[in-house]
């Protein structure tokens, strides 16, 4: 017996801008120097991983947020057919690449000092490829008292649950923007 959530209807990952060309558009003369600053410290980042928002967040946003998010991620390069252990580790590591902030999106008038994961689970279904699309959906049900549960899919191409994520997180006092000067 088994069954599996209704997986979301999203556009392939062909059909969507990568992280970076994302903050490409965003930089642009105009721009505020504190938010260049903050693309451009984001931008530097060597990260082996090629991530593909469906529904980009505002990331200047005023107004509240829904606290999920749907991700298009694969490891950068190739990893190839080898054990399937390589793969489960290197999916570990793309669950944990800054998906926390998808429970501040309902904050986005406060500031947060920091975030950090303090436990992640993962449940593992099926045999996948790290290094294909796999459409990764995060959601934040409940947030309170400095610790943000998410809960994650991870579903390979053709969509397929893969993976099942929790992970819990603390953050820093956060802070309304207004207060901050």
């Not at 999203?10 to 970076?20: A, D, G, N, Y």
């Not at 990331?59 to 080898?82: D, H, N």
């Amino acid at each position: 017996v088994q069954h599996q959530f209704t997986m979301s209807a999203v556009p392939p990952p062909e059909e969507l801008l990568t992280q970076e060309e994302l903050i490409q558009k965003f930089l642009n003369p105009n721009l505020a120097e504190r938010y260049r600053k903050h693309l451009n410290k984001i931008q530097a980042e060597d990260v082996p991983i090629d991530i593909k928002p469906v529904n980009p967040p505002n990331m200047f946003c005023s107004e509240a947020q829904e606290p999920k998010q749907l991700f298009w991620v694969r490891a950068r390069g190739y990893i190839g057919e080898t054990d399937m252990k390589v793969h489960c580790c290197v999916a570990a590591y793309i669950s944990d690449y800054a998906f926390l902030g998808t429970a501040l999106l309902p904050h986005c008038q406060h500031r947060v000092k920091f975030m950090v994961s303090l436990d992640h689970s993962m449940w593992f279904h099926a045999p996948f490829r790290a290094d294909h699309w796999m459409l990764y959906e995060c959601e934040s049900p409940w947030a309170g008292e400095s610790s943000p549960p998410l809960l994650r899919p991870l579903e390979s191409v053709p969509l397929a649950p893969v993976m099942l994520c929790a992970q819990g997180g603390t953050g820093g006092q956060l802070c309304p923007c207004s207060r901050l000067g």
